[in-house]
């Protein structure tokens, strides 16, 4: 037991370490964890795992839902299709008070229902709708806000990358994760509305409201987006009645994204060709991630912490509630200074088992991690939406984004709340999928 | 120096180039298999196959470019606050650590391939022999050691900030 402790407490001293050095994370979870097994397990074991693991990880037929899924979301934004979202949302909520902000929202959750990120939904909606809130007069500190936390969708609302990686990580069906992310995603939509709503409220000159547009201008704005949302359906819809496989869902995804471009007359063979550059980029990036946490949680598991951890759970009698909010604090510290992939790739291998033996469902834990990262995402200080928006927007200091940003963080505190007291919210439709 | 780092860039770039198209094919693969499946009752055989050997080629072929152009996920946060001698210091060395690695793994991955040839082992379909898979995943691997290499060269020579994007490539996940 103690061995184990040791060799935990090393290998993550070890990769925080080389992390902080500026060593790519992949590669630190690498080193730390092939040097962990070569050290405790002798050299056999260690050489034999170093040489399967990358290729038998990466030969996977469920992994290829992400590259195609990231593509589909690097066409569909080729299109042009924030701009038109955002101007939908905006003709149906604007002349509300507040109702750009909501709008924004609503825009930026129908984005992450083409995209897998949080960071690219929040940088390319700040980049359509923050122009627009401020011709109206919003306030800078709204406005940001709004964008950061809608941003915080992306991974939440499916497809998600993060989830896809989560179900390969813990061997959860990714259908029924992507299916578990719908209500708690309108959810969280309309928990962002409320404290919108309520900031609005309060300082009414922070969110004045814009013209009402008439029902031609709303239909035309539904006209060019309605493809995407009807592509949106198609999948998840496909994926609900399990029709398709996610991987399926990511192709028919992928291949109408780029049938939509193509009709839209927004993609030349080179603009294609450069998605795909930026396509294989990005996976190359986050499979190699995905590699190095495999490694450095095998570590974890042969030196046997996920037992340790079981058996010091027992020793200071703490109910799984209590381990499920030690488990969010720990989530909040990480997120100080991790991104959100790196985050939960190198913790779900240790928390996953002692949660599953807490009597959790392997999908409600999916969701809950997903959930609590969105909150560490947009957390002052370090919350990386925040910086992504002030990285979009040059002339907003980022205390102006803090000062907006806590009627969001409440919100989110609050479906985190809701989540654990009703974990239906997440299983119930995976649940009738099922049947 | 410059020739060499030329010359390599577009060595990666032609290497990503395959990825891409690899890509391409995964996606017109699946795609047409979902069509031909649900309207016309006759999937693609080894449609299946394709996906999963494209999906391992591509991260490895992609993988010398996306080291060269920096796009790894790091975390900047004390990084970005070290004077700029030290972070040069700190990329050339661990630059050089992911080389040595790099180049480590594609030992043991040309080693396991072997093994694979040995054992004749080939996918069920299109009997594609699995070895020769892993072999070729090995060379990438070894290129993008490469790319490592060059990169410390860049580090070290101060021709290269190192990694100063404080999110990598996150924005375009």
């Known amino acids: 037991m103690a061995a184990a402790w040791e060799a935990a407490g090393l290998g993550f001293l070890g990769v925080f370490g080389l992390m902080m050095l500026g060593m ?30 990358p290729v038998n990880s990466t030969m996977s037929y469920e992994l290829s839902v992400v590259p195609m899924f990231v593509l589909m979301g690097i066409l569909v934004s080729r299109a042009g299709m924030s701009q038109d979202l955002y101007r939908l949302c905006h003709s149906f909520l604007g002349h509300r008070r507040g109702g750009l902000a909501m709008a924004t929202v609503v825009a930026c959750g129908g984005f992450s229902a083409v995209c897998g990120s949080s960071i690219a939904t929040a940088a390319t909606m700040g980049k359509v709708a923050m122009p627009e809130m401020r011709r109206y007069g919003y306030a800078d500190s709204l406005a940001a806000a709004s964008v950061a936390a809608g941003g915080t969708l992306g991974i939440l609302i499916p497809p998600s990358v993060i989830l896809v990686l989560y179900g390969i990580a813990t061997g959860t069906d990714i259908g029924s994760l992507f299916i578990a992310g719908i209500v708690p995603g309108i959810l969280a939509v309309l928990l962002y509305m409320a404290a919108v709503s309520v900031v609005a409220h309060i300082s009414p000159a922070s969110a004045p409201a814009a013209p009402r547009s008439g029902w031609g201008e709303r239909l035309r704005h539904a006209g060019s987006v309605g493809p995407i949302v009807l592509l949106f359906i198609l999948i998840i819809g496909g994926l609900y009645l399990g029709v398709f496989t996610p991987t399926e869902a990511a192709g028919v995804g992928a291949g109408g994204a780029l049938l939509f471009a193509l009709w839209r007359r927004s993609l030349s063979p080179r603009a294609f060709g450069s998605s795909l550059m930026e396509t294989v980029r990005t996976t190359a990036s986050l499979f190699i991630v995905l590699i190095g946490a495999l490694v450095f949680s095998n570590f974890m598991n042969l030196a046997g912490l996920p037992g340790a951890l079981s ?6 009698g703490l109910s799984p509630i209590m381990v499920i909010f030690a488990i969010l604090a720990i989530y909040l510290i990480l997120g100080c200074f991790m991104e959100s992939l790196s985050m939960i790739l190198l913790t779900i291998p240790i928390f ?33 939406n925040l910086f992504v928006i002030k990285g979009v927007i040059k002339d907003i200091s980022i205390g102006t984004i803090y000062r907006g940003i806590l009627p969001f963080v409440v919100a989110d505190i609050v479906r985190i709340v809701l989540l654990i007291a009703f974990p239906a919210l997440a299983l119930y439709l995976p649940e009738l999928a099922a049947r | 120096m410059v020739m060499i780092d030329r010359l390599s860039w577009a060595l990666f770039f032609a290497l990503a180039c395959v990825a891409g198209a690899l890509a391409a094919i ?10 031909m499946r649900y309207f016309f009752n006759r999937p693609i055989a080894g449609a299946f196959e394709v996906t999963e050997i494209s999906m391992g080629l591509i991260v490895f072929f992609a993988l010398p470019l996306m080291i060269r152009e920096r796009e790894n996920i790091v975390v900047t946060i004390l990084y970005d606050r070290f004077p700029a001698p030290v972070r040069r210091a700190a990329t050339t060395v661990t630059d050089l650590i992911c080389a040595g690695l790099c180049g480590f793994i594609a ?26 898979v892993a072999q070729s995943m090995s060379v990438l691997l070894l290129v ?20 100063v994007r404080p999110i990598g490539n996150q924005e375009k996940i």
Not at chain 1, 24 to 53: D, H, N
Not at chain 1, 311 to 316: K, M, Q
Not at chain 2, 116 to 122: A, D, G, K, V
């Open chain 1, 24 to 53: 790519p994370i992949a590669f630190a979870m690498l080193l730390v964890g092939l040097a962990g097994i070569w050290l405790m397990f002798g050299e056999r074991t260690a050489m034999g795992m170093i040489g399967q693991m």
């Open chain 1, 311 to 316: 058996s010091l759970i027992g020793e200071l």
């Open chain 1, 352 to 384: 996953f088992p002692v949660i599953i033996a807490q009597g959790f469902h392997p999908v409600w834990f999916g969701i809950f991690a997903v959930m609590v990262t969105e909150l560490s995402l947009i957390t002052p200080p370090v919350g990386l």
């Open chain 2, 26 to 35: 995964m996606m017109v693969t699946t795609f047409s298999d979902v069509v």
């Open chain 2, 107 to 132: 030992w043991r991955m040309w080693l396991y391939g072997e093994r694979l040839l040995r054992s004749n082992e080939i996918t069920l379909e299109l009997r594609v022999p699995k070895g020769a």
């Open chain 2, 144 to 163: 993008g050691g490469v790319a490592f290499l060059i990169c410390a060269l860049r580090a070290f020579a101060g021709s290269d900030e190192g990694p």
